[in-house]
């Protein structure tokens, strides 16, 4: 089992989706995880991100190619970073669902659907609500729709991205122990 990444206090007023019924001190840290994916990029967004550190060095090697070398390092570790950094994890235990900083208690879960291709697009534009929390990556086609049923938070729905939708959802739907 791997360990969560501290991302510091998670309150309810600085969580998407969290109400204050829903924070506890130092709740759910004992639940065992059910299922963990990570959002990671693609290879493709990789090499992307690979290509873009070069940029700084067609604008600074003219100069100096000392500079214009350094210059893609930089940007290359920058980007490296904000990739790391920004790539989100879903984790759910017996009690819990935390996507990326989110997290909710899975009795405030209501329906729970998957979906792929078209219909995934479609969830992601024209169906969309206004008020859903979003955790999507542009390089993961599927999505699954999660009914935050909490009276005190304003959020009807958390739209995640998902490698392993129906897996996601099978376990979503399934009463939290």
Known sequence: MQHLDDQGPNL???????????????DNSDDSVLYKERLSPTIG???????????????????????GIMASIITLMVLVFAMIAST???LVTATSLRVGRAQIDRI?????????????????GPNLHGLTHLCIRGWIDAVVKIEITDDEDRTPHWLVSSRHPDELAELLCAKPG
């Open 12 to 26: 309810p007023e600085d969580v998407p989706g969290r109400s204050a019924a829903t924070h506890q001190e130092g």
């Open 45 to 67: 967004v990789w090499a992307l991100t690979v290509a873009l550190s070069f940029v700084p060095s067609v604008i600074f090697v003219p100069i100096d190619i000392f500079i």
């Open 108 to 124: 405030y879960i209501g329906r729970v659907e998957s979906f792929r291709k078209e219909e995934a697009t479609a969830q992601r």
């Open 88 to 90: 989100p994890t879903i």
